[in-house]
């Protein structure tokens, strides 16, 4: 399977902290997305990273991707209650195909 | 403008019944995804379209399960007869061809099947 898995399954911190998530993937991939879950609602695209790419900022995110250890990571950093959410990274092979591969997700929850 | 649009929101339905579920994707999107949802296998793609074709129908669990997509704008993803073990969320996401393929959920539609 292409399906990647999240690290940890779930995460409790305190608002203000940082929050780390980590992803491993398998295949050889064109980008590595990752998106937030809330609870009850559908997936939102919160940034996407290409293959090329090592690093990228968005706001309060950050992700990193190493393709050589096939990993990513997603740092939520200043966290606030709003973030409880899933976080789940998904990748886009290099076949050209749209569909995406989703990981199993982590669960974090940010206490006020 | 609107995103993606599905319905019903939620379906609770007795066991052997037929449910459709409906899914209108954001206009212009050439790919439509079905992905089911559930605390025990996570989210699951069940097939997906580009340009009304399916193109990947290899996670749709059983002949029970069908998908079309008659136009553009509206798909359907049909259980027939329906069992208590299809009772999950069920979402559509629609994408825009490129090189980097950002996916757009509908809220889902919550199925319990009794």
């Known amino acids: 399977s292409q399906q990647g898995e999240e690290d940890p399954q779930a995460l409790s911190i305190q608002e203000g902290e940082n929050a780390t998530m980590n992803c491993s993937y398998k295949t050889s991939i064109n980008n590595l997305q990752w998106y937030r879950q809330n609870s009850g609602r559908g997936l939102v695209h919160l940034i996407l990273?290409?293959?090329?790419?090592r690093e990228k900022h968005s706001g309060r995110l950050r992700v990193t991707l190493d393709t050589s250890k096939k990993s990513s990571s997603l740092l939520i950093t200043a966290s606030r209650a709003a973030d409880t959410a899933s976080y789940f990274c998904a990748t886009g092979d290099q076949t050209g195909a749209n569909n995406l591969f989703f990981g199993t997700g982590t669960r974090l929850t940010v206490i006020p | 403008d609107a995103g993606v649009i599905q319905s019903p929101r939620h379906e609770v339905t007795e066991m052997g019944q037929e449910v459709t579920l409906r899914c209108k994707p954001i206009?212009?999107?050439?790919?439509l995804f079905w992905y089911r949802q559930t605390m025990m296998r996570g989210l699951e793609l069940l097939i997906y379209?580009?340009?009304?074709?399916?193109?990947?129908d290899s996670g749709m669990p059983e002949d029970r399960f069908s998908a079309k997509m008659p136009n553009a704008s509206f798909s359907t993803l049909k259980i027939q007869p329906s069992e208590p073990r299809d009772s999950a969320v069920y979402f559509c996401?629609?994408?825009?061809?490129?090189?980097?393929?950002?996916?757009?959920f509908g809220p889902g539609t919550r199925l319990t099947v009794l």
């Open positions: 996401a629609s994408s825009f061809t490129s090189s980097y393929n950002e996916q757009f």
């Open positions: 379209f580009n340009n009304n074709v399916p193109i990947d």
């Open positions: 990273i290409r293959s090329n790419e």
């Open positions: 206009s212009g999107h050439d790919y």
